[in-house]
């Protein structure tokens, strides 16, 4: 089992659709990161939440440390919005704080 | 305040030569993360430093892999006698001293080896 699990691998959406991508995790964290990536692109971070819930813009990205569970939120999405979306932790404990990350979900939003 | 910035962006080597990928990171930043994403595969650590310091290369393959954080210049991932198989993005990510846990990612080096 991976420690990471992001669901769904695709998600082909409408413009304007709301659309929620989802990430478990089996290790114990301190921080985790939502990261975005454009075909052949660099890696932008979207978030680092160990807590609660952080919005920016049409992105909200929340957390529940006990149920180790972390979904991120588009709403009112938009053609330019297609990406890979992957979630990241950092090992717990230790000397690095290394990033483990989810298999990451391609999104498609249609015009 | 540049972001972290990785050199070159595109790189083609042939089988047998050497691949050498540079990160600068961000300004105050002395902690440096390489990760590689192979086609069609996740992200994964290869190796983490400091500066003049390597921490952690439990992820980075023990032959012809080598990296290093001098106290002045880029970090240098280095890869000897490339084969095909090394064809992957490469991504460092930088981060300050006091919040290890906020990674800021370079743009990434494409490697391909014809």
């Known amino acids: 089992k991976n420690e990471v699990e992001q669901s769904p691998q695709n998600l082909t959406a409408q413009e304007g659709e709301f659309i929620t991508i989802n990430c478990s995790y089996s290790v114990g964290i301190s921080a985790l990161h939502w990261l975005q990536q454009h075909p052949g692109g660099g890696i932008v971070s979207l978030f680092m939440l160990s807590s609660g819930k952080k919005k920016h813009g049409r992105l909200i990205a929340t957390i529940n440390i006990q149920e180790k569970h972390s979904s991120l939120h588009i709403t009112a999405s938009h053609p330019r919005d297609s990406a890979v979306y992957i979630c990241?932790?950092?090992?717990?404990?230790?000397?690095?704080?290394?990033?483990?990350f989810g298999t990451g979900t391609l999104l498609a939003v249609q015009p | 305040n540049a972001g972290v910035m990785q050199n070159p962006r595109h790189l083609v080597r042939r089988r047998g030569q050497e691949a050498r990928l540079r990160c600068s990171p961000m300004k105050g930043h002395s902690h440096v993360y390489w990760y590689r994403q192979l086609p069609e595969e996740g992200l994964k650590f290869m190796v983490y430093?400091?500066?003049?310091?390597?921490?952690?290369e439990s992820g980075m393959p023990k032959e012809r892999f080598s990296a290093e954080f001098p106290k002045e210049g880029p970090s240098i991932l280095r890869i000897q006698q490339v084969v095909r198989g090394d064809s992957a993005a490469y991504f460092c990510?930088?981060?300050?001293?006091?919040?290890?846990?906020?990674?800021?990612f370079g743009p990434g080096t494409r490697l391909t080896v014809l």
């Open positions: 990510a930088s981060s300050p001293p006091a919040t290890q846990n906020e990674q800021f």
């Open positions: 990241a932790v950092p090992t717990y404990g230790g000397a690095t704080n290394k990033l483990i």
């Open positions: 430093l400091q500066k003049e310091n390597i921490i952690d």
